[in-house]
């Protein structure tokens, strides 16, 4: 058991000199919006390594959107899927860590870690295997698996599926803020996989099964709109230091992005990352679902940190998302 709670040394634990990080509005974005127009902030950082950098980097990208957190039970929620040692599947445990402790010196009163894998059963064993153990001190008890959690039944308002209501476990629906992290990835059904398809991993496997096709059968675009209107209390944080490309979310390939990206606006974050892979957001079925009648365009957010056009790494994509190309 020794062996499993081992983590990364002070190195880690501690924040290191920072990348280079700046606090600018990127110039791709300055044309002026509408009067009143809400304007969604998200944080676009360099990011090159796994390595002690990234905890300041968190810590800062957090800190910038100035959340209410003293007092606040938060929840991360990794994307924990699968493990292969060739490829990228999984959110970094690194990131899991720097959000963690970034969440913890803000002030949240609370600070746990929960995923539903749709895939194994074996969850702890999974995130060994991912190296959350190793590096995540006292893993095991800051963990939740949602897949055995005790639920409760919400009714979706004005669902967009077949679907009326949904099981959900009580740890996500009783924190104050759900931080979805998941990595970026392409996706063979829904073009791409980022903050709000993430939120499929709170489906609880003990009510729907494994793997949770109940989603898909009702349709992918609106189940993951209809999950994240549920959650209205949400912060996002996208591991694209290394993502997945091609046949993704699993049986992709490694692809270099060196970037993360945060924010509270999740449709935002979500269409900035499609933009920073080379795919028009307006054509992501569940984005466009999502947002509705307001802008899915670059104007209608704003970038702090980095412009996309200094990041950008056009994903490979599979013959049938090539039209989704920006």
Not at 237 to 264: F, H, K, Y
Request: charged share 20%; proline share 6%.
């Amino acid at each position: 058991m020794k062996s499993r709670r081992k983590f990364l040394g002070a190195a880690l634990g501690a924040a290191g000199a920072g990348y280079a990080y700046t606090l600018r509005v990127s110039r791709d974005n300055a044309a002026p919006l509408p009067q009143n127009w809400p304007v969604s902030r998200v944080s676009i950082v360099k990011a090159p390594a796994y390595d002690n950098r990234v905890y300041d980097t968190v810590y800062r990208m957090v800190a910038e959107h100035r959340l209410k957190l003293r007092g606040k039970r938060v929840v991360l929620k990794p994307n924990l899927v699968e493990f292969d040692a060739d490829t990228v599947i999984n959110t970094h445990p690194v990131v899991v860590h720097a959000a963690y402790e970034a969440f913890c010196r803000l002030g949240a009163a609370e600070v746990k870690i929960a995923e539903g894998p749709g895939h194994r059963r074996g969850t702890l064993d999974l995130a060994d295997a991912a190296g959350y153990f190793s590096t995540v001190p006292h893993f095991e008890s800051s963990f939740t698996d949602l897949n055995l959690d005790n639920v409760a039944q919400l009714t979706i308002p004005q669902p967009l599926s077949r679907l009326k209501s949904l099981y959900l476990p009580h740890t996500v629906l009783g924190c104050d803020l759900l931080v979805s992290m998941p990595k970026m990835k392409t996706h063979h059904w829904a073009g791409a996989t980022l903050a709000m398809k993430n939120l499929f991993g709170l489906v609880p496997g003990g009510v729907y099964g494994w793997p949770k096709n109940l989603l898909h059968w009702n349709g992918i675009p609106q189940s993951i709109v209809e999950l994240h209107r549920l959650f209205p209390k949400q912060f996002a944080i996208v591991d694209g230091i290394v993502g997945m490309e091609g046949n993704g979310p699993i049986q992709g390939t490694p692809r270099r992005a060196g970037v993360l990206v945060a924010g509270s606006d999740v449709v935002a974050v979500d269409a900035t990352c499609c933009r920073i892979m080379g795919i028009d957001p307006k054509k992501i079925g569940y984005l466009d679902l999502a947002r509705g009648h307001e802008s899915l365009g670059e104007s209608a957010f704003r970038q702090i940190g980095e412009p996309i056009a200094a990041v950008r790494s056009d994903f490979a994509l599979l013959d049938v998302w090539r039209q989704v190309r920006g």
